[in-house]
C-alpha cells in the first residue's frame, strides 16, 4: 500500500551543521512529492515539492531532489539556524479519485545555538 | 490575503458527546480536506471536499462526517466522541488537487 518511511528523530544539531532527512515512499501511480514543516503548537507548512523525476524543490535554504530510481527526495540543508526547529514530514499525492496526502511519521529537528 | 482558518482553536469534550469544527479555505480554492494528527504521528486524511461533493474518505468510521458549504467552508462532526479521537484536527484548502495549505487546526481534548 502506500506509506512514506521518513528517518526516525529526534536530530539534534549545532547551528550551521549540515542536515539530511531521510525520506523514501511506496505509491501506486506517479506522485508529487513534498516536505511540510510544523513549528511547535502550530499547522503544517508546505516547504517544498517536487512533481516529476530529477525536479528538486528548494525553498529558504532546504533542498530535495525527486529520485523515481530510488523512491526517495531527501531533505537537505547546507547551514541550519535555531529557527529551523520543528518538525518536518515528507508527504505524497497522487492523482486519481481523492488526492489524499500520505504523510511519514515526520522527524523532529532541533538545533542548538 | 488571508491563509485556511479554523475554529475552535482549542476544545474539550466528554465521550459520547458530538463536535463542530469549521474550516475556512483560502479565498478561491474550491477544495477541502480535514486530517487527523495524532500527538507524535503525521497527519491522516479523514475526507475530501470538492464543489461541495465528497470526493474521498479515508478509514475513520461512521461516526466522522463531514460537508462542505457553497462558501467552499467546510464543517468536520465527530459523534459518539472516544477517548481515541483526542488529536490536533487539520483543514487543508486547495486549488488544484495537488498543493494543498494547512490551516493551524483544532486541538481536541476528549476526556
Known amino acids: 500500500g502506500n506509506s512514506v518511511t521518513q528517518m526516525e528523530g529526534p536530530v539534534t544539531l549545532s547551528e550551521e551543521a549540515f542536515l539530511t532527512i531521510n525520506c523514501t515512499y511506496t505509491a501506486t501511480g506517479y506522485p508529487s512529492l513534498f516536505w511540510y514543516v510544523q513549528y511547535p503548537g502550530e499547522g503544517l507548512q508546505l516547504l517544498l515539492k517536487a512533481t516529476k523525476a530529477d525536479d528538486k524543490g528548494s525553498n529558504k535554504g532546504f533542498e530535495a531532489t525527486y529520485r523515481k530510481e530510488t523512491t526517495s527526495f531527501h531533505l537537505e540543508k547546507g547551514s541550519v539556524q535555531v529557527s529551523d526547529s520543528a518538525v518536518y514530514f515528507c508527504?505524497?499525492?497522487?492523482?486519481?479519485?481523492?488526492?489524499?496526502?500520505?504523510f511519514g511519521k515526520g522527524t523532529k529537528l532541533t538545533v542548538n545555538p | 490575503d488571508a491563509g485556511v482558518t479554523q475554529s475552535p482553536t482549542h476544545l474539550i469534550k466528554t465521550r459520547g458527546q458530538h463536535v463542530t469544527l469549521r474550516c475556512s479555505p483560502i479565498s478561491g480554492h474550491k477544495s477541502v480536506s480535514w486530517y487527523q494528527q495524532v500527538l507524535g504521528q503525521g497527519p491522516q486524511f479523514i475526507f475530501q471536499y470538492y464543489e461541495k461533493e465528497e470526493r474521498g474518505r479515508g478509514n475513520f468510521p461512521d461516526r466522522f462526517s463531514a460537508r462542505q458549504f457553497p462558501n467552499y467552508s467546510s464543517e468536520l462532526n465527530v459523534n459518539a466522541l472516544l477517548l481515541g479521537d483526542s488529536a490536533l484536527y487539520l483543514c487543508a484548502s486547495s486549488l488544484d488537487y495537488y498543493e494543498q495549505y494547512f490551516g493551524p487546526g483544532t486541538r481536541l481534548t476528549v476526556t
Open positions: 508527504a505524497f499525492i497522487t492523482q486519481g479519485g481523492s488526492e489524499k496526502l500520505v
